[in-house]
């Protein structure tokens, strides 16, 4: 409806007792991305309007509202609208981590039954972590890395992974421009440094983090990988200093490797892909 000013009011569906009110704007949004899901990959805004019973101006709102988000673009040679780019990526996402929450469930259980430390499985998100699995250990310290958490990647475990086995063009990409934050006075600020660090653990196929990333804890990460060999996550297996410094943190790179690996098996990487050469720049 308008309001005293002339601009649009959205408004909202009455909610019963303990309910939250639902926004009528946001419920249209979500009708209407979802007709793109049904065969059509363009549509018009009239035929949109008409599909979810709105005014065409109702309709052409939203429509400029999810360009504007980059959710949709207009196809200039028909005037109609479709899924952007970025649509199509969250979609594969969402289908990616779905399918790795299912292939990881049993390796990360064994994995804290067999180093009695916590379990984390984690994606990059342009230069930070996401943690998305964890597994707690039955006497763990509360740490950094809880589900949904975000950390940079140049200083945990994980994120040195999942940087690592990066395209080279795409890492120094994502770092044009960065200043490595320090979170504590071990972490790894230089690029160079970071560049050599992060050969290190492409060579020998996974990484540590000894108080990067706070002190008093460390970490030791593998890859996991997709069918084709792409790194999609990293697993890693994190502690207090104290139970994971030196040759004790180094012991646990063994199972988190296998684990890592077993749960690539199961999201499909297979002997091929494992016995595809080594990239050039790592010669």
Known sequence: RAGQDGSHVTAARPAGAGQTQVLTSVANAARLLREFGRGEPQLGV?????????????AH????????????????????YRLSVAMQILGASAQATSGLH???TAALDQLRALTNQT????????????YVERRESPGAVRMFGRIGNR?????????????AFLPPDELERRLAGVRLVRRTPYTI???EQLGAELLRVRARGW??????????FASVAAPIRNPVGDVVAALSVAGPVQRLDGDSLRRFARPVTECAAQISRRLGWGDLARAQEAPLWLV
């Open 189 to 191: 600020t230089g690029k």
């Open 119 to 130: 379990v984390h499985l984690a994606v990059l998100d342009g230069l930070e972590v996401v």
């Open 207 to 216: 990484a540590e983090n000894v108080n990067e990333a706070q002190i008093g």
């Open 61 to 80: 709102r939203i429509v400029h509202t999810l360009t504007t988000e980059g959710l949709l673009e207009r196809v200039e040679e028909t005037g109609a």
């Open 102 to 104: 299912s292939a990881a």
């Open 46 to 58: 009239s035929e949109l309007a008409r599909r979810l019973g709105i005014a065409k101006s109702s």
């Open 151 to 163: 950390g940079p990647a140049h200083s945990t475990g994980s994120g040195k992974v999942l940087l």
